[in-house]
């Protein structure tokens, strides 16, 4: 058994897979869909490179993966997240809040994620949804082995943050009390 069926036998949960460049697909896929308390943005791509070299096609996919499909997934989703008064949390990156030379297309999503966080938490305040940030630093994933490989570096997992305490900040941010709320959290490599 593969790790999302564990993870959905163990919630009762059922796996939804989408196309996050298609988010014309979207409503009908989530038309099955019941209650939903919690909403967690994880998904992402890079794809390092300098903006006198990106071309039109990384910049749209980029942006396509990492910032419109989690605005139509929080559109589409957000009338039963207000039910429950529950939270939508987008995990960002370090780059969301600081641009790096050859960073240029992903920090541009993670910036715009970022605003897109910040003004849903506004504008849904007064319904009880609670929306969060959580920008990880380096993190041990697949991700980051391509990263370091675009990077021209080795990759050492042990070197970067383990995805269990990126996992655990998370769950930390959905079960704060209910009169708090963490806009924005950052996690970084701590002493070993």
């Not at 998904?43 to 990106?54: I, N, P, R, S």
């Not at 939270?87 to 050859?102: E, W």
């Not at 970067?160 to 079960?175: G, H, K, Q, R, W």
Request: glycine share 10%; hydrophobic share 45%.
């Amino acid at each position: 058994m593969g790790a999302l069926e564990a993870l959905c036998a163990e919630v009762g949960g059922a796996a939804l897979v989408l196309d996050l460049t298609r988010p014309e697909s979207f409503e009908d896929a989530l038309a099955g869909v019941g209650r939903v308390s919690n909403v967690v943005h994880n998904a992402g791509v890079v794809e390092l490179g300098a903006v006198a070299e990106q071309k039109h096609a990384v910049w749209s996919h980029t942006l396509a993966v990492n910032v419109v499909a989690p605005a139509e997934l929080t559109r589409l989703l957000l009338p039963r997240v207000r039910v429950e008064r529950g939270s939508v949390v987008f995990v960002n990156s370090g780059a969301g809040l600081r641009a790096n030379a050859g960073w240029g297309s992903y920090a541009a999503s993670k910036f715009g994620l970022k605003a897109l966080a910040d003004a849903l938490r506004e504008e849904e305040a007064g319904a009880g949804v609670r929306v969060s940030s959580v920008y990880p630093g380096r993190t041990a994933t697949p991700m980051q082995a391509k990263v370091r490989a675009q990077e021209g570096a080795a990759y050492t997992p042990e070197a970067f943050i383990d995805p269990d305490s990126v996992a655990a900040t998370i769950e930390f941010v959905l079960n704060a009390p209910r009169d708090a709320t963490l806009p924005d959290v950052s996690v970084r490599p701590g002493p070993r």
